[in-house]
């Protein structure tokens, strides 16, 4: 009778003694790797091995009769796809081609931006690949996962929290494709691919897209189509951020400071209005739009600092409301800007809900 093995399962051998737990099933070839007690992975045929229930030793006693025991291991629960991984490997050439698709997802059941994300590595192809995916916010990286994600079928790589997405603005995912001992085929380069995540995109609805992978919509980043990289890689990160610096130091050159004779008489207009603060405010409480409100002030006010722009009009307009904003910004400016006039603007030029504030 064909047992069949997970990964997870206690098996001893059937041939000799000894025993550990499965970490890794070739369906194909009918070999499972099973780690032993001091870690090593030792491949052995699916029939050589037989599942024990918890609790029970791995070497059976010598009167015990060999008893086929339920599996025991929890499989953790995998949301619904839509994408049908092959039983088999694949024959179809266009499947040696590899194709691999990185998505984000919030948790099943989970609203945008107040439910974790989890992030999904799709392998559409022929070959198993081993992955390392790590991220961070600059050059130092924390190892997010490490393994195998066998042919035709998608992994979970991890789960985070909305207040974790800065640790993953840069995601690097280094790849190897191969196929298992005995079967044939041609060798791939390794793929290193670095992503700047774009944090915004994890807030508005609208990044969510559908996939062919699952029946949720998700944030899709194809890192490898059809063989060739899709996605920046570091080279033309590296050139990304030259291209980047370059609009920087342009932008500065046209700012006030630069001239401040001509631009110092006209006056910086700041909307405070929230949907021209962020793009989306899904899942923001008032607390947080509040906050970043606030923020946008204290920016405007940090890079205006000089003594260039002594005599500065910017203009910050709030709205009338209830005046909860304009009552935040008055009390930013005496608390941390004392110096600084500030007035209620021109109602001729900005209606009401304006604040003037004058750079001193």
Do not use: W
């Amino acid at each position: 009778m064909d047992i069949q093995v997970n990964i997870g399962d206690r098996v001893r051998f059937l041939n000799t003694t000894g025993g550990g737990v499965v970490r890794k099933v070739l369906r194909s070839s009918g070999v499972v790797y099973v780690e032993d007690e001091s870690g090593f992975e030792i491949p052995v045929l699916h029939n050589e091995v037989v599942k024990v229930e918890d609790g029970a030793t791995i070497v059976p006693p010598v009167s015990a009769k060999k008893q086929e025991a339920p599996a025991t291991t929890a499989v953790q629960p995998q949301r619904k796809s839509t994408y049908q991984p092959a039983p088999k490997r694949g024959s179809d050439p266009s499947g040696e081609l590899l194709n691999i698709t990185l998505c984000y997802l919030p948790e099943e059941g989970g609203r945008i931006g107040q439910s974790h994300y989890e992030v999904f590595l799709v392998n559409d192809s022929n070959y198993d690949l081993f992955v390392t995916y790590t991220s961070g916010r600059g050059a130092a990286h924390e190892l997010r996962f490490a393994g195998m994600i066998s042919f035709d079928s998608s992994e979970l790589l991890e789960s985070f929290s909305p207040d974790e997405l800065p640790e993953r603005a840069k995601s690097t995912f280094q790849i190897i494709a191969f196929k298992e001992e005995g079967v044939p085929y041609r060798p791939k380069h390794s793929v290193d691919v670095e992503l700047k995540i774009d944090g915004a995109k994890f807030f508005k609805e609208n990044a969510f897209i559908e996939t062919p992978y699952f029946d949720d919509h998700a944030i899709v980043y194809e890192l490898v189509k059809d063989d060739k990289v899709m996605t920046t890689n570091k080279i033309d990160a590296e050139k990304l951020a030259a291209e980047m610096m370059s609009q920087k130091v342009a932008t500065q050159q046209k700012r006030p400071h630069t001239e401040p004779q001509k631009k110092l008489s006209e006056p910086l207009v700041i909307d405070l209005h929230i949907d021209e603060v962020v793009d989306s405010t899904v899942g923001l409480e008032p607390r947080d739009m509040l906050e970043l409100q606030l923020k946008r002030v204290e920016e405007v006010l940090r890079a205006h600092r000089k003594p260039s722009f002594k005599g500065k009009k910017i203009i910050f307009i709030h709205g009338k409301g209830e005046g909860v904003l304009r009552q935040a910004v008055i009390n930013l400016l005496k608390r941390k800007y004392p110096r600084y006039d500030q007035q209620d603007a021109s109602f001729q030029q900005y209606g009401f809900g304006a604040t003037q504030v004058t750079i001193r």
